[in-house]
């Protein structure tokens, strides 16, 4: 098991970055993809990206292709989301998540540990 904690939201104008952060605890860290999914107000959580264990491989939602990147670091037992050149259709409550599997899920079914999530917002 991994404990999740996301920081780093915020409110921001459209066209700016911001930074979130994923702490977790436990020494098996690189034992798990890590992936973020956002909820937008009354919709669906939706895939944003995953990492691999070691970092080699990423995945992101078309959506943010380009503007978001994700990282880890697992030193520092924390992955981290990019996001430049922010819409406001990006705002959202944002999480991270931990799976076993080794390919990069979209689902979030196959993600089995979920932080409390953090809140962006993006102004127009």
């Known amino acids: 098991q991994v404990q999740l904690v996301e920081s780093g939201g915020g409110l921001v104008q459209a066209g700016g970055s911001l930074r979130l952060s994923c702490a977790a605890s436990?020494?098996?860290?690189?034992?798990?993809?890590m992936g973020w999914f956002r909820q937008p107000p009354g919709k669906e959580r939706e895939f944003v990206a995953a990492i691999s264990r070691f970092g080699r491989d990423t995945r992101y939602a078309e959506s943010v292709k380009g503007r978001f990147t994700i990282s880890r670091d697992n030193a520092k037992n924390t992955v981290y989301l990019q996001m430049n050149s922010l819409k406001p259709e990006d705002t959202a409550n944002y999480y991270c998540?931990?799976?076993?599997?080794?390919?990069?899920?979209?689902?979030?079914?196959?993600?089995?540990?979920w932080g409390q999530g953090t809140q962006v917002t993006v102004s127009s």
């Open positions: 998540a931990a799976t076993p599997q080794v390919l990069l899920p979209t689902g979030p079914y196959a993600y089995a540990n």
């Open positions: 436990g020494r098996t860290f690189s034992s798990y993809g």
